[in-house]
């Protein structure tokens, strides 16, 4: 098996454009960007802080029942992104964030796939660390 080039810059730069789209809609609360970004499919998962949704249902249902209340109190400051692709269709997103209400940091993770209709999370991983001997 031929290994798959990585870090293509065209390529990279493609996910980047999707990733920026997609938080930009996490900051506006733009649900249909955001139920846009995910691949539409039951397969598809997010893990988030507090909640494991399985299915762009699920993902679309927690979307659609978010306060914008609540995400003013997330307001975040991205540190430390990296995007590495493996050939032209896969690629992986990861950053770090910090919360700008009390400067609690996260971690979030994407997978993303190219579709014929685009670039899609396929799978994501949102958490808050523990500072040392917090609960």
Avoid: C
Wanted: charged letters at 25%; proline letters at 7%; glycine letters at 8%.
């Amino acid at each position: 098996m031929t290994p798959p080039e990585i870090n293509d810059p065209a390529i990279v730069a493609e996910v980047r454009a999707a990733f920026e789209r997609y938080d930009r809609g996490l900051e506006e609360n733009d649900v249909p960007v955001l139920d846009d970004s995910f691949w539409n499919d039951p397969l598809t998962l997010r893990y988030g802080v507090n909640e494991n949704l399985y299915g762009h249902a699920a993902i679309a249902a927690f979307r659609a029942g978010r306060q914008p209340v609540e995400l003013a109190q997330r307001a975040r400051r991205l540190e430390n992104t990296v995007i590495t692709t493996f050939g032209r269709d896969f690629a992986v997103a990861n950053t770090e964030y910090v919360l700008l209400k009390d400067g609690r940091r996260g971690r979030q993770s994407q997978s993303w796939v190219r579709f014929p209709e685009g670039w899609k999370v396929v799978a994501a991983h949102v958490s808050l660390m523990v500072p040392p001997g917090g609960a």
